[in-house]
């Protein structure tokens, strides 16, 4: 079957301006997680979604980071005002039954000039 | 604070070797420890998970290891091949059960396989 989808794979955007990036979680997964990779570096947890539950955003690393998820399905990440570190490789994951066993995308690299 | 950090950064090996790659963590209160490989340009991808009452957990070609006693935890490939060379990452999940919580990423160790 399809696996996780990000669109777009690849984003060069000026300081200031606004990004959205999107996130197409496998069918039927209940839960949807958000990351940012720093090159050479480990996954920095962002947001996750679960279900109807309020989403756990402790990990956004400040205001201008947002997420939302419709329906249960779909994902937009937005960044607001982007600065130069926010240039990362953003991953989603989304999971089923065992939310540690999770399904990656491959990513939007995003590049902030 | 929590962490789960990587001894070492680098690993190479040579291909038909066993590899064994390694991970310290700081934090007791996981619910389970996982490994995810991650090979150039894609995302993560889920190897195998030990459960935090278990000890030794064995998959296809991959055994993972917990001591609980000195909160280490290895992850060995037998006869490594170059289809295994990527970033090995180990993370702890922690939440309610296994339905509900967030997994917590190491650095990450880049196994490279030579012929």
């Known amino acids: 079957g399809a696996g996780v989808s990000q669109s777009p794979s690849n984003k060069v955007t000026e300081k200031g301006k606004d990004v959205e990036l999107r996130c197409d979680p496998i069918?039927?997964?209940?839960?949807l997680y958000w990351y940012r990779q720093s090159l050479g570096q480990g996954l920095e947890f962002l947001i996750y979604?679960?279900?109807?539950?309020?989403?756990?955003k402790s990990g956004l690393p400040s205001d201008r980071f947002s997420a939302e998820r419709t329906g249960g399905s779909v994902s937009t990440l937005t960044i607001q005002r982007t600065q130069q570190e926010d240039s990362a490789v953003y991953l989603c994951?989304?999971?089923?039954?065992?939310?540690?066993?999770?399904?990656f995308g491959p990513g939007t690299r995003l590049t902030v000039t | 604070g929590e962490s789960v950090g990587l001894h070492l950064p680098t690993l190479s090996v040579q291909e038909g070797d066993n590899s064994i790659i390694n991970c310290a963590y700081s934090?007791?209160?996981?619910?389970?420890f996982i490994w995810y490989k991650q090979e150039s340009g894609k995302g993560p991808q889920f190897i195998i998970d030990?459960?935090?009452?278990?000890d030794k957990r064995q998959g296809q070609r991959v055994t993972v290891l917990l001591n609980k006693t000195v909160k280490h935890l290895s992850l060995q490939i037998a006869a490594t091949q170059p289809g295994d060379s990527a970033v090995y990452f180990c993370?702890?999940?922690?939440?309610?059960?296994?339905?509900?919580?967030?997994?917590?990423f190491g650095r990450g160790t880049q196994l490279t396989v030579w012929p």
């Open positions: 994951a989304s999971s089923r039954d065992r939310v540690y066993e999770q399904y």
């Open positions: 069918s039927g997964h209940t839960a």
């Open positions: 979604f679960q279900g109807n539950s309020a989403p756990d």
């Open positions: 934090n007791s209160a996981s619910d389970y």
């Open positions: 030990i459960r935090s009452n278990m």
């Open positions: 993370a702890e999940f922690k939440g309610r059960g296994s339905t509900l919580g967030r997994l917590y």
